[in-house]
């Protein structure tokens, strides 16, 4: 048997997570494992597996997220010859790869609702069908479904399955964010330092000096560990000297004084009330055609300046990925 993935910690509420983790591993029962991002969900994903009786099968994974809902059914569920353009051949679905094993579903909540559907007749009754095929294929796979939005939430607002989440939900654990478990940025801190300075060759490793460590207690980490990973990775890089100790975390790689900034996106002024009476009778006249046309601009403008990157238009606007993408396909964008 392989070793259980190594997630290190601890915090109270980090070995909480970790026992709830343990406990559920054996169990033949689907998990969500809810975080922000960073936090270590596919660590999580991992350690079920590796725990769990299933440990000698395949664990597969699909970032439901990375792919477009007109290829995450192919992917999930596999085709047939002819089942759509440039299907020359059968392929099997991550699924029928996973049989006997663990499938880990990231980003679960960006799943088409028909993709939903399939996939609540799949863990419900462990059958699925390629599509262009009518011919039922048995498949023994656990799920573990990752996320870090509020499933609930999405239920509540009509974009994912009350059923489905309810078979989904058997256990449900919560990843805590660093901010609230700082206790453990100095052990993580120097098992990532040792490792970096193991790739460079380094002989040793000599730490952090105390400004260093009161730099990264400070920081929000709004990429938790792995952001923390990423920076002390770059700092040592960086600091290049092997003899002392990191003075100085870079936390912003793209931290210059000749980065270039993004241009704005145009959104036009909300008219006043009696600028509409006086506009055109081509413009739209009422609150409600207004706001819908503020917002498709606002839309239009975040897409163009992030070159049509969903994540970053996303976050341009304040938004999470689920209600950009809501709000693209209100107005004919997807």
Known sequence: MQDPVRLLGQAPAFLDALDKLSQAAPLERPVLVIGERGTGKELAAERLHRLSKRWEGPLVQLNCAALPDTLIDAELFGYEPGAFTGATKPRAGRFEDADEGTLFLDEIGTLSAQAQEKLLRVVEYGVLQRLGSSRQIAVDVRVIGATNADLPALVEAGTFRADLLDRLSFEVITLPPLRHRLTDIPL???????????????????????????????????????????????????????????????????????????????????????????????????????????????????????????????????LKYDQLRHALKKHGML
């Open 188 to 318: 993580l801190a120097d098992h990532f330092g040792r490792r970096m300075a193991a790739e460079l060759e380094w002989s040793g490793f000599a730490g952090f000096t105390q400004e260093a460590m009161q730099q990264m207690a400070k920081h929000n980490w709004p990429g938790n560990v792995r952001e923390l990973k990423n920076a002390v990775e770059r700092s040592i890089y960086r600091w290049a000297n092997a003899e002392d100790a990191v003075a100085s975390i870079i936390f912003d790689p793209f931290d210059s004084p000749y980065r270039p900034r993004p241009t704005t996106a145009h959104v036009p002024a909300v008219p006043h009330p009696e600028a509409v009476h006086e506009s055109s009778a081509s413009a739209p006249t009422d609150y409600l055609a207004i706001i819908a046309a503020l917002e498709k601009s606002m839309l239009q403008g975040a897409m163009q300046n992030a070159k049509h990157n969903q994540r970053a238009a996303a976050a341009a606007l304040g």
